[in-house]
């Protein structure tokens, strides 16, 4: 039985450290809409995403009202678009016309799924399909794209790294008035996993039932304020501390999943442990780290700092909940979290701070704004390093980068609510063309031979 | 199905009369009850009954958040389950 002590922590979670569930995300396959045509397979979409999430957001409010812990997002997850309209690659705009329209009736924020699992090669279908993600990005509102280019198991698809760096760059071109908010829609993954509930990344994997419950828990400002507690521990305290917030963090976002999978009659998938930032102040990784000893992060010893925190929430979430999965890891994005942003300002943060940093924890260069005159070869090569990140340590990692039209170093991009501001940040000037105009395969690393 | 309302803010005349009274119009019946004060700085915790209530429990947690305004206090119910779910094993 609980405590006043027990009451009174979990009201101030809420109240002043901006404890929430970060997302309800309703993963739904599609496999049973493909048609003959791609309007006949659009109008399918619709109406099975609509009867299927029809209450999502009726019981995630209902679900906040009890348990009177703010529910953030709420979300759907698709199987990838590009399986689904495989016989008419061309016309995949149509379908994600129909997704974001049922994302707009539904009244969710953000839909994933537009998405190309090109791991080990690019099909025919798949190559028009990617071709078709700038222009679907720029003409929607609520849909997010993904693309998987590389695997532990398979090695990194260099044609597909090429062609993403040359996406990237499109997508925030036409969206130029908006400061390239279409590339924040989308994401180049390696080891991209089925069942990921945050976006812009998540789609529902072809493994998974039809559909499902995915929650993302969060809580920067929970652990944050914890270790405020406890300011000359050593580190071997601090990590325990971590592990046990994390567990009541997570046992509340285990709660509300079982029982929204309950509600919306859908199986429950998983708990994601991911610690999700917001631009909020108090709601920030970047100042878990600062408050653990680092004057500003991005500063020698940031790589350590986070070691120890993603793994002190996995350890301390993995107890609390009876599936965990997604992506589980703390979340460094620039643009969404204020202690980054603050960081990336001063010119303490780099792009190549940040890329250790994604060796030890989820998930990658995430949010992050560069000149818009970076050449596509140059994108490319960023999401090749972060994909050999990912291959070698069988890890997830990805990147989601803006090169902001017509913005130079000391300019700035603003996306508004989540997605947040970032100033932009300078890239290396040198070619890396030739590496990435050379096409093939990285090949898969000798310790993915486990059979 | 048991709920826990919190009640807590500057000490003031009439806080347990209200509560409970609108507890009692709600159908809602108190089986637990504490509360202590720190100073000025009041805390009551009670545990409900909502199993004879016809409002739902999300109804009756926005009722009791604008109750809490209308006396100055911070007033919640929530489900009991959030709490013995995020404290203990």
């Known amino acids: 039985m609980f405590t006043h002590k027990d009451v009174l922590e979990t009201i101030a979670m809420v109240e002043k450290e901006h404890l929430d569930i970060r997302t309800i995300t309703m993963g739904i396959s599609l496999l049973t809409c493909i048609r003959d045509t791609a309007k006949e397979t659009a109008r399918r979409v619709y109406d099975l995403v609509c009867k299927k999430a029809e209450n999502i957001v009726k019981t995630a409010s209902d679900l906040s009202g009890e348990y009177g812990i703010p529910i953030v997002n709420k979300r759907v997850s698709v199987t990838p678009v590009s399986l689904i309209t495989a016989a008419f690659p061309e016309d995949a705009p149509l379908v994600g016309k129909a997704l974001d329209d049922a994302a707009a009736t539904l009244g969710i924020d953000f839909l994933g799924g537009y998405s190309a699992l090109v791991h080990k090669s690019t099909a025919d279908y798949e190559r028009k399909f990617i071709r078709t993600i700038p222009e679907v990005l720029a003409t929607t509102g609520r849909l997010c794209a993904s693309v998987n280019v590389g695997s532990t198991k398979s090695g990194i698809n260099m044609e597909a790294v090429k062609m993403l760096g040359e996406t990237f760059k499109e997508a925030a071109f036409l969206t130029k008035d908006k400061d390239g908010i279409g590339a924040a829609k989308l994401v180049a993954f390696c080891n991209a996993v089925e069942d990921n509930p945050f976006m812009a990344g998540a789609f529902h994997g072809v493994g998974e039932a039809d559909t499902v419950i995915n929650v993302g828990v969060s809580g920067p400002g929970v652990v944050k304020h914890a270790l405020e507690q406890i300011p000359d521990a050593d580190l071997t305290e601090v990590a325990e501390l971590i592990k046990r917030t994390a567990f009541k963090i997570t046992r509340a976002g285990q709660l509300v999943a079982k029982e929204a999978s309950k509600r919306l009659n859908a199986q429950f998938g998983i708990v994601d442990l991911s610690l999700a930032p917001t631009p909020a102040m108090g709601d920030s990784v970047a100042q878990i780290l600062e408050e653990m000893g680092i004057q500003t992060v991005g500063g020698h010893g940031t790589t350590a700092a986070l070691a120890l925190l993603n793994d002190a929430v996995k350890k301390g979430g993995v107890m609390a909940s009876s599936r965990v999965g997604g992506l589980s890891g703390a979340f460094i994005p620039v643009s969404e979290d204020i202690g980054m942003i603050k960081a990336a300002e001063k010119g303490a943060i780099t792009l190549d701070k940040l890329e250790a940093m994604t060796c030890v924890c989820s998930v990658g260069l995430d949010m992050i704004a560069i000149p818009g005159d970076t050449p596509a070869t140059t994108i490319s090569a960023m999401i090749a390093d972060e994909a050999a990140i990912g291959m070698i340590n069988n890890k997830t990692t990805a990147v989601r980068i803006i090169p902001a039209p017509g913005k130079t170093v000391g300019d700035e991009v603003s996306f508004g609510g989540l997605l947040g501001r970032a100033p932009i940040m300078p890239v290396h000037e040198c070619d890396s063309s030739k590496l990435i105009n050379r096409g093939g395969n990285i090949p898969a690393p000798i310790h993915s031979f486990k059979n | ?89």
């Open chain 2, 1 to 89: 199905m048991r709920a826990v309302v919190t009640v807590t803010g500057k000490d003031k005349k009439g806080i347990i009369a209200k509560i409970s009274a609108f507890l009692c119009e709600k159908g809602a019946n108190v089986e637990d009850i504490s509360q202590t004060i720190l100073g000025e700085y009041f805390a009551m915790i009670m545990i409900v009954d909502l199993s004879e209530s016809k409002e739902e429990l999300s109804v009756l947690a926005r009722e009791c958040s604008e109750l809490g305004k209308q006396i100055g206090m911070s007033v919640y119910m929530q489900h009991e389950d959030i709490f013995n779910a995020m404290h203990s094993v």
